[in-house]
């Protein structure tokens, strides 16, 4: 039986707790490949990661504790008890209007992937805050002079689905000119 599109995006919730159950790099490939199917202006694929799997994630846990921002060690081992991270990067542009197209892009992309994740029964968790804008870090995973970090993904297999949160009533937040 097949699990709609409305039943994921109801059903997906943030996992902040992994478990050690291995997630192939072929799997998270897959998901990254399909996810690009993102409506991005122009076609312009406004996107790059940087992934970190298996091995790599020792690399990362030396990147982080590297990093300038004194990151707490309960905070590194967070993304290393994950499967894998994703660093998600995207070129900067100096037109307004073609960085605010471009967020929404990786945005809706990064969306998709999670959408993706979710179906695959593994869990993801969309960091952001300091160490994204951290200039060490961002050397380190290879950011250039004239890109960003959206995110990192954290992905892993889980256990337990946290309990969904209420959401206001969307008629509370349209404005119908009818």
């Given at each position: 039986m097949t699990t709609s599109i409305r039943?994921?995006?109801?059903?997906?919730?943030?996992?902040?707790?992994?478990?050690?159950?291995?997630?192939?790099l072929d799997t998270i490939i897959e998901m990254l490949r399909d996810a690009t199917w993102a409506p991005n202006h122009k076609l312009r694929e406004p996107w790059r990661f940087v992934l970190f799997h298996g091995d790599g994630k020792e690399k990362l846990r030396d990147i982080l504790l590297q990093s300038s921002d004194n990151i707490p060690s309960k905070k590194i081992e967070k993304f290393t008890q994950a499967q894998a991270n994703i660093v998600v990067i995207m070129p900067e542009n100096t037109d307004p209007?073609?960085?605010?197209?471009?967020?929404?892009?990786?945005?809706?992309?990064?969306?998709?992937?999670?959408?993706?994740?979710?179906?695959?029964?593994?869990?993801?968790?969309?960091?952001?805050?300091?160490?994204?804008?951290?200039?060490?870090?961002?050397?380190?995973?290879?950011?250039?002079?004239?890109?960003?970090?959206?995110?990192?993904?954290?992905?892993?297999?889980?256990?337990?689905?946290?309990?969904?949160?209420?959401?206001?009533?969307?008629?509370?937040?349209?404005?119908?000119?009818?």
């Open positions: 039943e994921i995006i109801k059903q997906r919730r943030t996992i902040r707790n992994f478990n050690n159950e291995v997630i192939s209007l073609k960085q605010e197209e471009d967020l929404s892009a990786v945005a809706a992309l990064i969306q998709n992937f999670l959408l993706l994740a979710w179906e695959n029964k593994i869990g993801v968790l969309w960091k952001t805050g300091k160490l994204i804008h951290n200039s060490s870090f961002q050397q380190s995973v290879g950011v250039g002079e004239n890109e960003k970090i959206v995110g990192i993904l954290m992905v892993g297999k889980f256990d337990n689905v946290p309990e969904a949160q209420p959401r206001e009533d969307i008629v509370e937040k349209i404005t119908i000119i009818d």
